[in-house]
């Protein structure tokens, strides 16, 4: 059954929204004051299919992508872009304004550079048992098949057709393969999981497959299957060889903006400590005018920082493998000028009250989730810290995510 509703507003999730009789309807693909037709979401009470756009907003763009409505990875192609960022600098103040915390917050800044440097493909057999690459649809496991993607950097040309042979490869392994494909400064490395034990005939024509496809290092589960080149990328002065599947910030831009805006604050300080410093895109730059102590769970992200510190002049780095959430630097061991600390969406609620305990003058929170960046920001408010600064970056166009970069001072 169809129906007409008019939408109000968007939510948190990019979602239009409409006022329906047992509560707030959302409807994806729409914007506030626009007319639309909709259908029922099936085992989605309050969400809604969009049929048709009957009353369009003045605000409404042209989408860039074939695949956008279908494909999940992009919510907003089809908003301007002065009101999309006004929206995304409103998802920190909200965020802010529901702990009780008030900041001037600055205008988002726009880091999505040449596009994104990293893509997980996914790879599932679909309807009528066909195999299918590409991006999981909207709240579905269904997979949209892709042939490209606009807001992929250019350094990852090549990426997806990789993907689809190494999936048509694995194919009769029949087991869902996640690919992540990054863009380094020595071309494109790969990581192949879901694939499980492969026989050694297999995992030679995989390595065929790679050396077609000129990727410069495939890996499975972060085994290594073949490698022409050492995959690096460059961070400061510094070159980082990268771990199979690290973590990374999805755009160069991203990275050079957060860590552009992190030391603007950190200027004067002698020693910081680095908290889920990842290979180092804080605590490399950081290492060019003071010492550095830096904390992260992955193994092999500290193995590379440790490997890229002493080759480029840097002043000394202290690195560890450390689980920050189940063991957090207390606050006797917060002793420096300032504490960085750059956690996963979860956020870093165990360390921030270990923090809020110490002396440390001045403390930098970069954070990929505005929601527990607010939380973690009240524990810092409420242990004596000032919220002096608030830059959202949006390095996920046309998403719902932002990165926030905050200072605060003691």
Not at 44 to 56: N, S, Y
Not at 98 to 108: I, N
Request: hydrophobic share 40%; charged share 20%; with cysteine.
């Amino acid at each position: 059954m169809t129906e007409r509703l008019v939408i109000s507003h968007l939510s948190h999730r990019g979602d239009g929204v409409a006022e329906g009789p047992d509560g707030p309807i959302f409807v994806p693909y729409t914007l506030p004051g626009e007319t639309v037709e909709i259908e029922p979401w099936v085992g989605h009470p309050d969400r809604r299919h969009l049929l048709k756009v009957i009353e369009a907003s003045g605000e409404r763009a042209d989408p860039i992508c074939q695949h956008f409505t279908v494909c999940g990875g992009c919510a907003l192609q089809h908003w301007q872009s002065e009101p999309y960022r006004v929206w995304k600098r409103r998802l920190v103040v909200t965020a802010l304004e529901q702990v009780g915390l008030s900041c001037a917050v600055d205008e988002v800044i726009d880091a999505h550079g040449a596009g994104r440097r990293r893509a997980t493909f996914h790879a599932r057999r679909g309807g009528h048992d066909i195999l299918n690459v590409g991006f999981a649809a909207a709240q579905s496991h269904h997979i949209v098949p892709i042939d490209r993607c606009p807001i992929l950097a250019p350094s990852l040309e090549g990426a997806v057709n990789a993907a689809w042979a190494v999936a048509q490869l694995l194919d009769p392994v029949n087991k869902p393969l996640d690919i992540q494909s990054t863009a380094t400064d020595s071309g494109i490395d790969m990581d192949v999981r879901g694939s499980g034990p492969l026989p050694a005939s297999l995992v030679a024509k995989l390595a065929q497959v790679a050396n077609q496809h000129r990727l410069v290092r495939l890996t499975r589960h972060g085994e290594l299957v073949v490698q022409s080149n050492t995959p690096t990328i460059r961070i400061g002065r510094a070159g980082v060889e990268l771990p199979a599947g690290v973590f990374l910030q999805a755009t160069v831009a991203g990275e050079e903006t957060l860590s552009r805006l992190a030391l603007s604050h950190l200027s004067g300080a002698k020693s910081v400590i680095d908290l889920f410093c990842g290979v180092g895109p804080f605590a490399l730059r950081i290492a060019e005018f003071a010492r550095v102590t830096a904390a992260d769970s992955d193994e092999a992200a500290i193995a590379a920082l440790k490997k890229a510190a002493p080759a480029h002049g840097l002043k000394p780095i202290a690195a560890q493998a450390r689980d920050l959430f189940r063991r957090p630097f207390v606050a006797s061991e917060l002793k420096a000028d300032a504490v960085l600390f750059d956690p996963p969406r979860q956020g870093a609620e165990a360390q921030s009250r270990e923090i809020a305990k110490s002396k440390v003058p001045l403390v930098i929170a970069v954070s990929c989730n505005p929601t527990t960046f607010a939380r973690d920001a009240k524990i810092l408010r409420e242990g004596g810290y000032r919220l002096t600064q608030v830059t959202p970056v949006d390095q996920f166009r046309y998403s719902m995510h932002t990165e926030v970069v905050a200072k605060f001072e003691r």
